[in-house]
């Protein structure tokens, strides 16, 4: 299994980016899709998750209504649009994927991209 992010960058406070997620080597619509983050010195943080057909979608209180996760079946890919950015978002942002919907905790996910940074600068 191999979860591939791309999309991170520098981009200035209020700005915007897309993140993308292409999985491979799942049964992609099998699984609940969620981001993660983790910026220097901190714990990896729970952002967003959504459910095997994208009908369901949770995210952490700092980044409702700025964030908006969403997926493509079809194409094997889940994607994060960042809107609004702050400096606080900097951060390396991880995909993950699990059978289960898991919202909080990095703990019980079973599978990890290798990440992508964001950095907003002020």
């Known amino acids: 299994v191999q979860l591939v992010e791309s999309g991170g960058g520098l981009v200035q406070n209020g700005g915007s980016l897309r993140l993308s997620c292409a999985a491979s080597g799942l049964t992609f619509g099998s699984y609940a899709m969620g981001w993660f983050r983790q910026a220097p010195g901190k714990e990896r943080e729970f952002v967003a998750v959504i459910s095997w057909s994208g009908d369901s979608t949770y995210y952490v209180d700092s980044v409702r209504g700025r964030f908006t996760i969403s997926r493509d079946n079809a194409k094997n890919t889940v994607y994060l649009q960042m809107n609004s950015l702050k400096p606080e978002d900097t951060a390396v942002y991880y995909c993950?994927?699990?059978?289960?919907?898991?919202?909080?905790?990095?703990?019980?996910?079973?599978?990890w991209g290798q990440g992508t940074q964001v950095t907003v600068s002020s």
């Open positions: 993950t994927a699990d059978r289960r919907l898991r919202v909080g905790g990095p703990g019980g996910w079973t599978y």
